[in-house]
């Protein structure tokens, strides 16, 4: 299952700085990469940079969860993330107001698009 998140307030570098905390869990290094988004019919706009996390199961998914908690907690941006699995998908955004319960979020839209692990 793939997961998109995109940063919505903020600088481009603010990407870069996510990737790199991404990377620095064990359960999540070398499940992410970084890409140009895809844009659907009727988006408008400049095309938007967005990092692709491989959630293979719960415990990715609870990773990437306490990740975002604690990256998000120093900072004022809001992220959008979409979890896909086949035809369905479910769009979480998350910021520093809501950082501290990520993983339950993540967890929630995980277990919406038919994973139960």
């Known amino acids: 299952m793939l997961t998109s998140i995109a940063i919505i307030d903020g600088a481009g570098d603010q990407l870069a700085s996510l990737y790199s905390w991404i990377q620095r869990d064990d359960e999540l290094r070398g499940r992410i990469r970084s890409g140009a988004a895809e844009l659907k019919t009727g988006d408008m706009g400049g095309v938007t940079e967005t990092l692709t996390v491989a959630l293979g199961s719960g415990g990715a998914v609870a990773a990437l969860g306490g ?6 907690s120093a900072r004022r941006t809001k992220i959008s993330i979409e ?3 086949g035809d369905s998908t479910r769009r979480v955004e ?16 995980y277990e919406a698009t038919g994973e139960n692990s």
């Open 67 to 72: 990740t975002l908690n604690a990256w998000l």
């Open 83 to 85: 979890i896909t699995n």
């Open 94 to 109: 998350i910021d520093s107001a809501n950082a501290g319960t990520a993983a339950q979020l993540l967890r929630e839209a």
